[in-house]
């Protein structure tokens, strides 16, 4: 099914062409006429499915018709939990927007950076991208208001339950006009999600696209088997032979992040870390620079890399292995995606080795493993 017969407009199907997107995936399949015809949405999908696009085209094009002139009062608001993935969503409607006729203006806008910019910027912003927290102190120091909003999106809520965010997003609810459009995302469904989906939503639509076992069967999956002390030769050693670039790194603790970027730079290897310590600059500087591909290695972990995605990705790596099932398949999952193949490459050290065996039960696939001792490195 082409994107031509999704209902979209003329500008927004150019603007599509220009971003080389040629067939819709099967979220964006579903829920983009729907949003078109107002519909409240339950979306389950995962990460890299396609979603953002899926509801910032209609979303555009809906705000279309209805775009409000008053200052301060924004039209659309898009919940998220992390400050990257806040970055990205605006980024997206930012590609998409100047195509269409009216000018449309969209913010995001996130803790722990100086709140004084965001009040400032926010004078004529139609499409507002926020985290729960910054949005209730810009609330509370009235630099924008909620009682135009004609869609709300809520985008990775299960991210957003996880982290503590329920109270905050009952807040918010509870100031927003009671007729408006919702759009709820999620990349499971949890008892908190359906709690959340009771409160927020009209009747919604629920879509579910189930495509792991899709992207995982692009992805080439080796696991090398390695005492925890040699990992890091091994990894340099990998990288270094095979001439990776664009290498994701996955490690489990903000120091672990540090300490791998450390030593890859060390060894001659252009390397970064990003985590919920990094200052917003540096996270936002490595996220640019390893999109744009100037940044060879990029060492993150799980929630940083929520902001991280890259249509053609070509390895990811588990530095160490996540501590269930789908998040390894989360992880992978950042790779093999829009049918481009992938490699996804486990070091998995003698204590892992049970949990790696879980995991290829549930995944239920086998991946070939290397003993690293036959690498000689």
């Given at each position: 099914?082409?994107?031509?017969?999704?209902?979209?407009?003329?500008?927004?199907?150019?603007?599509?062409?220009?971003?080389?997107?040629?067939?819709?995936?099967?979220?964006?399949?579903?829920?983009?006429?729907?949003?078109?015809?107002?519909?409240?949405?339950?979306?389950?999908?995962?990460?890299?499915?396609?979603?953002?696009?899926?509801?910032?085209?209609?979303?555009?094009?809906?705000?279309?018709?209805?775009?409000?002139?008053?200052?301060?009062?924004?039209?659309?608001?898009?919940?998220?939990?992390?400050?990257?993935?806040?970055?990205?969503?605006?980024?997206?409607?930012?590609?998409?927007?100047?195509?269409?006729?009216?000018?449309?203006?969209?913010?995001?806008?996130?803790?722990?950076?100086?709140?004084?910019?965001?009040?400032?910027?926010?004078?004529?912003?139609?499409?507002?991208?926020?985290?729960?927290?910054?949005?209730?102190?810009?609330?509370?120091?009235k630099a924008v208001h909620l009682t135009d909003i004609d869609t709300l999106v809520l985008d990775e809520a299960d991210k957003m339950l996880n982290l503590g965010f329920k109270e905050e997003m009952t807040r918010i609810i509870d100031l927003l006009p009671k007729k408006r459009q919702n759009l709820l995302f999620s990349a499971t469904l949890t008892d908190d999600i359906k709690q959340i989906n009771q409160i927020?939503?009209?009747?919604?639509?629920?879509?579910?696209?189930?495509?792991?076992?899709?992207?995982?069967?692009?992805?080439?999956?080796?696991?090398?088997?390695?005492?925890?002390?040699?990992?890091?030769?091994?990894?340099?050693?990998?990288?270094?032979?095979?001439?990776?670039?664009?290498?994701?790194?996955?490690?489990?603790?903000?120091?672990?992040?540090?300490?791998?970027?450390?030593?890859?730079?060390?060894?001659?290897?252009?390397?970064?870390?990003?985590?919920?310590?990094?200052?917003?600059?540096?996270?936002?500087?490595?996220?640019?620079?390893?999109?744009?591909?100037?940044?060879?290695?990029?060492?993150?972990?799980?929630?940083?890399?929520?902001?991280?995605?890259?249509?053609?990705?070509?390895?990811?790596?588990?530095?160490?292995?996540?501590?269930?099932?789908?998040?390894?398949?989360?992880?992978?999952?950042?790779?093999?995606?829009?049918?481009?193949?992938?490699?996804?490459?486990?070091?998995?050290?003698?204590?892992?080795?049970?949990?790696?065996?879980?995991?290829?039960?549930?995944?239920?696939?086998?991946?070939?493993?290397?003993?690293?001792?036959?690498?000689?490195?």
């Amino acid at each position: 099914m082409p994107f031509t017969s999704l209902g979209l407009s003329p500008a927004l199907l150019k603007a599509l062409a220009d971003q080389n997107y040629t067939l819709p995936t099967p979220i964006q399949q579903a829920v983009i006429p729907a949003i078109l015809n107002k519909k409240d949405i339950l979306g389950i999908a995962k990460t890299g499915s396609g979603k953002t696009a899926g509801y910032v085209l209609p979303v555009l094009m809906n705000l279309q018709h209805t775009i409000e002139t008053k200052n301060r009062h924004v039209n659309v608001l898009v919940l998220v939990p992390t400050r990257e993935l806040a970055v990205q969503v605006k980024d997206v409607f930012q590609v998409f927007s100047p195509f269409l006729t009216h000018p449309i203006k969209t913010l995001a806008v996130f803790g722990g950076v100086s709140i004084n910019p965001q009040m400032m910027a926010l004078q004529g912003v139609h499409i507002l991208v926020a985290t729960p927290g910054r949005l209730l102190e810009l609330l509370d120091s009235k630099a924008v208001h909620l009682t135009d909003i004609d869609t709300l999106v809520l985008d990775e809520a299960d991210k957003m339950l996880n982290l503590g965010f329920k109270e905050e997003m009952t807040r918010i609810i509870d100031l927003l006009p009671k007729k408006r459009q919702n759009l709820l995302f999620s990349a499971t469904l949890t008892d908190d999600i359906k709690q959340i989906n009771q409160i927020v939503l009209n009747d919604p639509l629920v879509i579910k696209i189930d495509a792991e076992q899709d992207t995982i069967d692009t992805i080439t999956q080796v696991g090398y088997l390695v005492p925890d002390e040699k990992k890091g030769p091994l990894l340099r050693y990998l990288i270094k032979k095979h001439d990776m670039k664009q290498v994701l790194v996955f490690a489990a603790s903000t120091y672990q992040t540090d300490n791998i970027a450390d030593k890859l730079r060390k060894n001659g290897i252009d390397a970064k870390a990003i985590h919920s310590k990094k200052s917003q600059g540096a996270r936002t500087e490595a996220l640019r620079d390893f999109k744009s591909g100037e940044l060879r290695v990029l060492v993150a972990t799980d929630l940083m890399a929520r902001g991280i995605d890259i249509n053609f990705l070509p390895y990811v790596i588990n530095y160490e292995l996540p501590r269930s099932p789908k998040d390894y398949i989360h992880r992978i999952g950042r790779t093999g995606r829009a049918e481009a193949p992938g490699d996804a490459i486990s070091l998995v050290s003698p204590q892992e080795l049970h949990h790696f065996g879980i995991i290829q039960k549930k995944m239920g696939k086998l991946i070939n493993t290397i003993d690293s001792e036959s690498l000689g490195f």
